[in-house]
């Protein structure tokens, strides 16, 4: 089955020892994105590749940085993490063409972020 | 600033019942809404879409509709069965935009047997 996977499922850190988090798909879909959701909160979107062009949401912190190797990977690299980084990280992927309902996001299950 | 809104961090249901999830809205530029749903250790999965030139969008026990003058929308689930205990999330989107969903909080929903 065509899918998204996130490696590992969960990550422990340490405070200020960077952390490298990744996404693979097998859907061929030429946007991927990278969201943050902090307990009982709303998936927040970080970033997001459009084909190789790197689209940054203004209000990501400079701590998170991500690469996009090929159309199938996509790697969210941590800085330096504190401790309210910690949260669940969940990767998307998408089709921008055709109509919208083919715009539909496909998520991973996410890696789990501990940061000690 | 949240534009999205599930003011209901929880419902629990009987089977059989009807469950209704809502959702709130204040960005007018929203004009595509979308449901998605999440199981335990298990990303986010879509459910069910609305485009804001309709009202009402079914697909089998699932009906979404849509209060563009409230900036509401709200998901049915008629019957509602014990597999459908999941967290629902609400998310937004322009139809002019391929990307950029902003997902509300989500909505716990139980159904006991």
């Known amino acids: 089955d065509a899918m998204v996977i996130q490696n590992p499922r969960y990550q422990v850190t340490q405070f200020g020892k960077p952390v490298t988090l990744s996404c693979s798909q097998t859907l061929n879909h030429n946007v991927m994105y990278w969201y943050q959701q902090k307990s009982s909160q709303a998936p927040k979107l970080l970033f997001h590749?459009?084909?190789?062009?790197?689209?940054n949401e203004a209000d990501t912190p400079d701590n998170f940085q991500s690469r996009r190797p090929n159309t199938s990977f996509c790697f969210l690299d941590i800085r330096s993490p504190g401790l309210g980084d910690a949260a669940m990280y969940l990767c998307?992927?998408?089709?921008?063409?055709?109509?919208?309902?083919?715009?539909?996001?496909?998520f991973g299950a996410g890696t789990r972020l501990s940061v000690l | 600033d949240q534009q999205v809104k599930q003011n209901s961090p929880s419902l629990s249901v009987q089977e059989g019942r009807i469950s209704i999830l809502n959702c709130d809205y204040t960005?007018?530029?929203?004009?595509?809404f979308l449901w998605y749903k999440k199981y335990p250790a298990e990303g986010p999965t879509f459910l069910i879409s609305i485009s804001s030139i309709k009202d009402k969008n079914e697909d089998g026990r699932f009906t979404v509709f849509l209060n563009k003058s409230a900036k509401h929308l709200s998901l049915h689930i008629v019957p509602s069965q014990p597999g459908d205990s999941a967290v629902y999330f609400c998310?937004?989107?322009?139809?002019?935009?391929?990307?950029?969903?902003?997902f509300g909080q989500g909505t716990i929903l139980t159904v006991h047997p």
């Open positions: 960005n007018s530029m929203f004009d595509y």
């Open positions: 998307a992927t998408s089709s921008s063409g055709g109509t919208v309902v083919k715009n539909i996001q496909y």
């Open positions: 998310a937004a989107k322009r139809s002019t935009s391929y990307g950029k969903l902003t």
């Open positions: 590749y459009y084909d190789k062009d790197f689209n």
